[in-house]
């Protein structure tokens, strides 16, 4: 009878994997003199973004009411409407772009979506805004070729005689191999190797070692252990990969028919567990949310969402892209 069982099942996404939301729903019935604790306080999420969710699983089984802990005062949310894909893509880029320059973090940035396909148009539309990206669940930071190669040469220095201090000598290998104080202003691949590179610079300055052996075999250990360091880039993943991962800024792209919900969720089960995908996005966003979809496919024409239409207008602020990608108010 010593058992405790924690779970949110507006949350349960990985029915592939044979999670089932009944395993929450049914504790109770299953065990009648179980207590049940309801944990209804949100301490990540400003109150307009709380709405949406709320709304979203209204009256759906085993949902809470997240209440909001942070003082009032945030944006409403957005929704933004965009002729195509690629616009959408090079839309949400100049939107983060506008953020970055006025003083957020790249790494408080995330773009989630429903498949790993999205996030090509992404990657490219965020390196032509000269953003720097990173794919969550992509090569891993101690398998970059250039990470690689910055961890052998500082092996290959260490036997090496040097004059220089240890952050300085650092420095200098990494120079070696291309290294730059500036970021270059190119995106793409250029900009995500230099971001490596600083990332090692970071590590070294935190780094309670003062030789060069010593730091690569630190590295070595972090990589053995996939402790990675965290990039100063704009994050890209997939609804499923970003459970229980939160950022500050939230761009939720590709919120149409056939996008989310997929396609092939026919049944309402599936459907419901599209919804819960849904939630589980919204929910990443501590301060702002932008949610946003497509019109054209190249094959057709999209609808918005139906989660949309559930969520409501009186929540979601309705804007339509500009030529420039800029959004306007519907």
Not at 22 to 37: C, I, N, Q, S
Not at 201 to 225: M, P, T, V, W, Y
Not at 254 to 270: D, F, K, M, N, R
Request: aromatic share 6%.
């Amino acid at each position: 009878r010593d058992i405790c069982v924690v779970g949110d099942a507006s949350q349960t996404i990985y029915s592939f994997t044979g999670a089932e939301a009944k395993h929450l729903l049914e504790f109770g019935t299953r065990y009648p003199d179980a207590t049940v604790v309801r944990l209804e306080h949100n301490y990540r999420s400003a109150p307009p973004i709380l709405d949406a969710a709320n709304a979203l699983m209204h009256d759906r089984p085993g949902a809470l009411r997240l209440r909001p802990t942070r003082e009032p005062g945030a944006p409403q949310p957005v929704v933004v409407e965009y002729a195509d894909d690629a616009a959408e893509a090079a839309g949400t880029a100049s939107r983060i772009r506008a953020l970055i320059d006025g003083g957020v973090r790249a790494n408080d940035i995330a773009v989630l979506y429903r498949a790993h396909g999205q996030s090509a148009l992404l990657q490219q539309a965020l390196a032509d805004a000269q953003v720097a990206s990173s794919v969550l669940g992509g090569t891993r930071f101690f398998d970059l070729p250039e990470v690689r190669q910055a961890i052998l040469a500082i092996r290959g220095a260490a036997v090496a005689p040097s004059e220089l201090g240890f952050l300085d000598a650092v420095r200098d290998v990494l120079r070696g191999l291309g290294h730059v104080d500036e970021a270059p202003a190119a995106g793409g691949a250029l900009r995500n190797a230099w971001e490596a590179r600083q990332a090692i610079i970071r590590l070294a300055e935190s780094s309670s070692q003062r030789s060069l052996r010593g730091f690569a075999d630190e590295l070595l250990a972090r990589a053995k252990d996939q402790h990675e360091p965290a990039m100063r880039t704009v994050t890209l993943a997939t609804l499923h990969a970003a459970k229980g991962l939160e950022w500050p800024h939230v761009f939720l792209v590709g919120v149409s028919e056939g996008l989310l919900p997929i396609s092939y969720a026919s049944t309402l089960e599936a459907v419901d567990e599209e919804r819960r995908l849904a939630y589980v996005g919204i929910t990443r966003a501590e301060q702002t949310l932008s949610i946003s979809w497509a019109r054209a496919t190249g094959r057709g024409e999209r609808s918005p969402s139906r989660f949309l239409a559930e969520i409501g207008t009186g929540i979601l602020r309705a804007e339509r892209a500009s030529a420039s990608g800029v959004g306007r108010r519907g």
